[in-house]
């Protein structure tokens, strides 16, 4: 065991159990260690009991450290240790405005991806290299982002590019890869991505594939036409010579239930041909997206302004209600009732109801042309953040079962107490490891920890996270896989995740059992295309 030495840092940390070790002669010295647990290397192996020193932030010795001194010693009273989890579908891009992460960092999250669905800081080295003026408690990484690319050139114009146009985009994927993305990101159901065409995304992949890069997509339709939108992020990854990756995998329609079976099966498929694609998801049977998510794609082109202009024309609108009730027909849906309102800035009031509630609320009736009605109003107003409840339970489960599914969020940096955002960003890897783990047994402990940690790392290319293994980062979370539990609730989403005793981020404690410790060791994290 490893001797303490005596600190007034040391008698702070006391929350946790610290133990003393005998010396040696010549004993080596380590900056923290921890004892007494149950190590979930992040292999997907089973547990195994070890001890762990750390030193320069880096995981130092793993086995027996009798014999050795720490400044620090942390005992696990068996509990698991395991590699901190890597979220690899954020949108963390306000993290500088929120650097302690405590939503992410107290589900023991410690590495971020953000830039997902297309959207994305466009000036890759600006947005990572702000860590230097701004230190925060995670680790954070970025793709560049299909959107932010084309607004930038395109603005929200619905039209394929010119070469010119197409040339200069190429060039700021190029750029942002050179500056140390990870990858190229789409959303392919948001304005402006929506308006591309496939032959568009696959030469900006290819300019990430030069830095070997991922590509990583919101498809373009997750419900009618989820089987065609799966098959044409698997080509343009085959075109583009690059792995694929895709995001929050689902179901998004009623009337497609149950067929997580065939979609599974186009990524089994893939892969048999020797074509690198994994996906990630998160655990629950709702998404988050934008109000504006649910118009008709062509109706918002070009911005809200000219939106409004095309609800002001009669004609128009008539076109926009038909298509709005023909896509709820096609997912079986009645109405609106599964589209609940997260953030609202116009009329606060409305956060935590969903649209049929509201169209009472307001209108005193709640039928689905009323309910259209609302629903145009608030977008006229600036449009809101929607939790939408159109997933099934089963899908959910069919697809944490496979090997190449990853867990992610899909959330920012949550601000506590503001609006009624979906639960995921509070709670989605303990729900994993409380419903999924330990009561449902729909995967190992083991599994779940491999999906949090090496598997991301494997996919988007940190080669020094997600194991616990020698001259790695020393990116550790310490839990109770009996007690783990995420508190979070659609109703109540802000709610912190229970049962992490300790996270720590590149050696340094940055959460213990009294809470987040003010440390702010997180990284940026860099691509292998980087150019110094």
């Known amino acids: 065991m490893v001797r303490k030495w005596i600190s007034s840092a040391l008698i702070v940390f006391c929350l946790f159990t610290v133990s003393g070790i005998g010396t040696t002669q010549n004993p080596e010295e380590y900056d923290l ?36 001194n720490a400044r620090q010693t942390i005992n696990a009273n068996n509990k698991i240790v395991a590699p901190g989890f890597i979220d690899v579908h954020a949108h963390s891009e306000n993290v500088f405005r929120n650097p302690k992460a405590e939503n992410f960092i107290r589900m023991g999250v410690t590495s971020l991806v953000t830039g997902n669905c297309g959207t994305s800081r466009t000036d890759i080295a600006e ?18 982002g299909h959107n932010a690319v084309r607004r930038k050139i395109m603005g929200s114009d619905n039209r394929s590019p010119t070469p010119e146009e197409q040339a200069n985009m190429n060039e700021l994927v190029e750029q942002g890869m050179k500056d140390g993305a990870l990858g190229f990101s789409t959303g392919l159901i948001y304005v402006p991505g929506t308006y591309s065409k496939t032959e568009e995304v696959v030469e900006l992949a290819k300019a990430a594939s030069k830095y070997k890069g991922i590509y990583s997509s919101h498809i373009r ?3 009618t036409n989820v089987i065609e939108a799966i098959n044409e992020a698997i080509n343009i990854g085959k075109r583009a010579n690059m792995p694929v990756e895709i995001s929050h995998f689902k179901i998004s329609s009623k009337a497609l239930w149950g067929e997580s079976v065939k979609t599974v099966d186009l990524v089994k498929a893939a892969r ?3 074509q690198q694609v994994t996906v990630d998801q998160y655990s629950y049977t709702a998404s988050s997206t934008s109000l504006d998510a649910r118009m008709p794609s062509w109706a918002i082109a070009g911005g809200r302004e000219e939106g409004k202009k095309r609800l002001a024309d009669p004609a128009i609108r008539k ?7 023909s896509e709820l027909k096609k997912k079986k849906f009645k109405d609106f009732s599964y589209a609940y309102v997260a953030n609202y800035r116009a009329n606060p009031e409305f956060n935590g109801k969903n649209i049929a509630e509201i169209t009472k609320l307001v209108r005193g009736k709640k039928k689905l042309n009323a309910q259209i009605e609302q629903f145009f109003e608030m977008y006229e107003n600036g449009g809101a953040q929607m939790v939408y409840r159109m997933m099934s339970e089963e899908d959910v489960k069919n697809i944490m079962r496979q090997p190449f599914a990853m867990i992610a969020a899909d959330s920012s940096v949550r601000v506590f107490g503001r609006g ?13 490891l409380a419903r999924y783990v330990r009561d449902l047994k729909i995967i190992t402990l083991e599994d779940a920890v491999r999906k949090m940690s090496s598997l991301p790392a494997q996919t988007f290319g940190l080669s020094d996270r997600g194991l616990l293994k020698k001259g790695f980062a020393a990116d550790i979370v310490i839990f109770d896989e009996n007690r783990v ?26 959460l213990n059992a009294a809470g987040m410790t003010g440390k702010m060791t997180g990284k940026a994290l860099f691509g292998s295309g980087l150019q110094k």
């Open 221 to 223: 339709d997750e419900g």
């Open 485 to 510: 539990t995420d508190k979070a609730t659609f109703e109540n989403p802000h709610q912190y995740a229970v049962g992490f005793q300790a996270v720590i981020v590149n050696g340094d404690v940055v």
């Open 420 to 432: 009624v955002p979906h639960p995921r960003g509070y709670g989605n890897n303990a729900r994993v």
């Open 319 to 325: 076109r926009i209600i038909k298509e709005m009730k």
């Open 127 to 144: 947005f990572l290299g702000r860590i230097k003026e701004t230190p925060i408690a995670i680790n954070i990484s970025t793709l560049i």
């Open 272 to 274: 048999k041909r020797g």
């Open 33 to 68: 260690a921890i004892v007494n647990g149950r190590i979930v290397d992040g292999t997907g192996n089973p547990w195994f009991r070890a001890s762990i020193a750390i030193k320069d932030g880096k995981i130092a010795k793993i086995g027996n450290l009798e014999g050795s």
